[in-house]
């Protein structure tokens, strides 16, 4: 099973793009992941309500053409559901069993996501009460698989 890890924004900072590389090469053994990025639209600083909406609405279009419609998709949202690290884990052995062939694991930009991504989701999943920017969610979320997989092998890492 491939994932991918599709991200609205670039993760720019070379810090947190260090350790996303680290988690994807850790995951190596286990899947194929990788990462999509740089799908966001460029907003002016004084960026009207409607104009916000507008640019996410695009952005939506953009993410939701990478997707095939045999892919699972996971979106993480502020509003989905809050999974604790195991149950995250049967979760990931629940669609490597399920047939499906790819993942689509989806992180919106600094202003959310377009409605339409949620809608497409067969599961919306929050990474926490709090919020956090996209750069550090890419890396929560990499990080997350890789400690899913440990979980599921039984290995020694998730304590």
Not at 26 to 54: H, I, N
Request: glycine share 6%; net charge positive; aromatic share 6%.
């Amino acid at each position: 099973m491939d994932f991918r890890v599709v991200s609205v924004g670039r993760v720019r900072d070379p810090h947190l793009r260090g350790a996303v590389q680290e988690y994807v090469k850790r995951l190596q053994p286990y899947a194929k992941v990788e990462l999509v990025e740089g799908l966001e639209e460029k907003r002016s600083p004084r960026v009207t309500e409607s104009e916000d909406r507008a640019c996410m609405a695009r952005e939506a279009e953009r993410l939701l053409a990478t997707m095939r419609c045999s892919d699972v998709v996971l979106v993480f949202d502020q509003r989905g559901r809050r999974l604790t690290s195991e149950q995250f884990a049967h979760r990931v052995r629940g669609l490597l069993h399920s047939g499906a062939r790819r993942v689509d694991m989806v992180i919106g930009g600094s202003t959310g996501l377009d409605e339409r991504v949620r809608q497409r989701a067969d599961q919306l999943l929050s990474l926490s009460d709090m919020t956090f920017p996209h750069q550090l969610a890419v890396v929560v979320v990499v990080e997350q698989l890789y400690r899913a997989f440990r979980i599921l092998q039984g290995q020694p890492y998730h304590r």
